[in-house]
């Protein structure tokens, strides 16, 4: 499945609403002031221990080079003001666009449905329907938020990122981002694993919903008749399935969230690796500078990380969605066994009607 071909995507999210470019930015722009507040932590180190070793030797590479220490304290200031400032902007601003495509998607659903003929409607138990306005919802509102959005923002920032541990030292960038990218198969196994859990995650929890919504509305008829215990050991049996289905989903879940989170610590501790066994000739200014960047981008490798599991999630609820828009709302004709509709019978005062 790809997000750039889902023809609701390009016309309702990218099409419609053209602030969400504008979103991006803003966040990519927030993102920046962290490494500068990154840096300026090697910069406060020079300012007060006078130790001369150039913690901040990046900053004074883009002429930043203060020598009072109020002047830093101003500086860092107006940058944690504008780093607040544009999250906010971004993040309201994405928000309000989510929920606007997901007022306009539950619209055009609801629209559909309700135009439906009876016969159409009445094929299935309607509780089936309540999860495409709950659970999925959901999950198309985090792959646009938490997938695609934050996905494409810290893209941006690990490029911008890279760009400057390339300047700081080529080689020890290079070698991380061979690492990252030897990882890379691993992820793409488990996010794989993890996505053939969802159907029936999802199957089995669509299956316990409606037999407690069609349950409820027979509440009285179970009551007079005495077969509570009856219902509720289905009730039991379909719950287990969610539970046995819940328990494989996090297993794979488990295993992603928990190297994800060890993966900046990997990285740091490989370039510290390489560079005491190859006895790499390099100053403390130049390694503490580096550091401070990819520490800065950690949290954003993470993300884009997440980032398509979260988009395949949205994307299977999407698609969902999608069938029942494009579904047929009138009653399907009998077809007899040549493939031809067979004739219907008409009296001889209907056919003069």
Request: glycine share 6%.
């Amino acid at each position: 499945m790809n997000w750039f071909s889902n023809k609701t995507l390009r016309l309702h999210w990218f099409g419609k609403d053209l602030k969400v470019g504008l979103w991006l930015a803003l966040g990519w722009l927030a993102s920046l002031s962290t490494f500068f507040l990154s840096l300026m932590i090697g910069w406060f180190y020079d300012l007060k221990f006078q130790e001369g070793i150039s913690k901040s030797e990046l900053l004074k590479r883009f002429g930043l080079n203060i020598q009072r220490i109020d002047l830093f304290f101003l500086f860092m200031g107006i940058i944690i003001l504008l780093k607040f400032s544009l999250q906010f902007a971004e993040r309201i601003g994405i928000n309000r666009s989510a929920d606007l495509f997901i007022h306009r998607l539950a619209s055009r659903l609801y629209r559909k449905q309700i135009n439906w003929q009876p016969e159409v409607f009445e094929g299935r138990p309607f509780g089936k329907y309540l999860l495409r306005y709950s659970g999925d919802m959901t999950a198309v509102r985090n792959m646009l938020i938490q997938g695609i959005h934050r996905g494409l923002r810290d893209g941006l920032f690990l490029i911008t990122g890279l760009g400057l541990l390339l300047w700081i030292n080529s080689t020890w960038t290079l070698w991380l981002s061979a690492l990252a990218l030897l990882a890379l198969p691993l992820f793409l196994y488990l996010d794989q694993k993890q996505l053939e859990t969802i159907p029936e995650k999802r199957n089995s929890k669509n299956e316990l919903l409606n037999y407690v919504t069609t349950s409820f509305s027979k509440h009285r008829i179970i009551s007079e008749k005495g077969n509570s215990e009856y219902n509720f050991r289905g009730f039991r049996r379909r719950n287990k399935r969610v539970l046995a289905a819940a328990n494989q989903y996090q297993k794979w879940e488990s295993i992603r969230h928990a190297l994800i989170n060890v993966t900046g610590p990997v990285l740091i501790a490989f370039l510290l690796g390489i560079l005491y066994f190859s006895n790499q000739v390099t100053t403390a200014g130049e390694l503490l500078t580096f550091l401070l960047v990819l520490a800065a981008l950690v949290p954003a490798f993470r993300n884009v990380i997440k980032a398509p599991n979260l988009i395949q999630k949205g994307l299977i609820s999407l698609l969902k969605i999608e069938k029942l828009i494009r579904k047929n709302g009138e009653p399907q004709l009998p077809v007899n066994s040549a493939g031809r509709i067979p004739a219907i019978p008409i009296s001889r005062r209907t056919a003069e009607l």
